[in-house]
């Protein structure tokens, strides 16, 4: 948004949920770009939030902020209360009193489709029966979405993400994980033998749809819609070790145990719905992505080439 000349101003609390350093490493990079500021702020702190952003002439909101993690979410269930359920609906106060606003666009997950074992997931099918309080969190964000955009004509979009990787992603995802674990010489812990699907994407394919999103607010008298938007390409997690092998130069040593709660055994994104609406169409195959990701991460761990 800052290279296509778009004033963006930047707001997250910069918690410890993960490394504090690399959540600031992200900032630098974008300081220097005009037009961007940063607010350290709590978005599930509504007034604290106004008071940050009150200065702003704000036309357009995209809400990626939220506590993630699957796993997580068993034993700190309060966090997701607070940033996934106040947080989302402080934004939607937030977006309520700003007098014109063209779009919001918000983070959904995959996660929401829980159990369902009908492949590939589709935005018309049931989504009742989330399996972890993270899928129920980002479920009843859509709802309360939907419910704005009906009481005050809120255009939104909500974005239901596969498995996102890439550089400066997250350290409790696998891809970082397994990619760390074969550097230090560590195992990897494999569920159900490695056989789970994941349809990981790319962060760029992912930006990609994003933008395109944000550009096409929805209309209509419930101005709110929701897509999918992952790589419509699901790898077994085995697969995804042998390219990590591949990258790094090294030979995993893998420990298996089984599901976690919360986990789901396949995902995999219909995407014909923002195929059609939007132009989305991801580009990165795992192999590039993973090599783009252990580059990155040589770099971010001083490791030689």
């Known amino acids: 948004m800052l ?20 959540k600031e490493s992200r900032i630098a990079d974008l300081k220097p770009h005009n037009g961007f500021t940063f607010l350290k702020q709590d978005f599930a702190d509504l007034d604290g939030l106004r008071k940050a952003v009150g200065w702003a002439e704000i036309d357009r909101i995209v809400h990626l ?16 209360a607070t940033a996934n359920l106040t947080g989302h609906l402080a934004m939607l106060e937030l977006a309520r009193g700003i007098k014109g606003l063209r779009h919001m666009v918000y983070a959904s997950s995959s996660s929401v489709y829980g159990g369902n074992t009908k492949l590939p997931f589709s935005e018309s099918d049931a989504v009742d029966h989330p399996v972890s309080l993270y899928a129920a969190t980002k479920r009843a964000d859509e709802l309360m979405s939907d419910t704005y955009a009906h009481l005050y004509g809120i255009p939104q979009t909500g974005l239901r993400f596969f498995t996102v990787y890439g ?7 696998a891809v970082w994980l397994f990619t760390e674990a074969l550097f230090d010489g560590k195992p990897i812990r494999l569920f159900e033998n490695g056989t789970l699907l994941r349809d990981f994407t790319y962060v760029d394919d992912i930006v990609a749809g994003v933008l395109a999103v944000l550009d096409g607010p929805p209309a209509g008298e419930r101005p709110h819609r929701v897509y999918n938007i992952g790589n419509n390409k699901p790898e077994r997690v085995t697969r995804l070790v042998e390219i990590i092998e ?17 986990d789901v055994p396949a ?16 580009t990165t195959p795992l192999e590039e992505g993973v ?11 001083g490791l030689p080439a």
Do not use: C
């Open 3 to 22: 290279a296509r000349g778009e004033q963006v101003i930047g707001v997250d609390n910069i918690n410890a949920y993960y490394s504090v350093a690399l």
């Open 167 to 173: 550089p400066s992603g997250r350290p409790d995802m």
């Open 267 to 282: 995902t995999y994104a219909d995407i014909d719905a923002i195929r059609r609406d939007h132009g989305f169409e991801p």
């Open 246 to 262: 591949h990258a790094t130069g090294r030979k995993a040593q893998t420990i298996n145990e089984p599901m976690q709660p919360g």
């Open 65 to 80: 902020g939220a506590q993630p993690g699957v796993r997580y979410s068993i034993d700190h269930p309060m966090a997701y």
């Open 291 to 301: 090599h783009r990701f252990v580059e990155w991460y040589r770099g971010w761990r």
